[in-house]
């Protein structure tokens, strides 16, 4: 996941920052810059799927909850 420091690192935060590094990636020049770059997007994006699977159980659990209810 992110790095040390990214704890309270939010979907949207991590999403935009992954943005932000898709934009520098398509010029980027420096092959070490490079290399440090797509390492932090594998991160964000691992870290962005998580919380999207996390949200989707969540939801999922929710819905079942709800239908198991009697309606009025």
């Not at 991590?14 to 440090?36: F, G, M, P, W």
Request: with cysteine.
């Amino acid at each position: 996941m992110p790095e040390a420091g990214d704890e309270n690192l939010s979907y949207v935060n991590a999403l935009n920052e992954l943005r932000e590094l898709v934009d520098r990636l398509s010029t980027e020049q420096d092959i070490d810059q490079l290399a440090k770059e797509v390492s932090r997007a594998k991160l964000l994006i691992d870290f962005c799927r998580a919380r999207i699977t996390n949200a989707e159980v969540e939801i999922n659990q929710i819905l079942s909850d709800s239908s198991d209810e009697e309606p009025f």
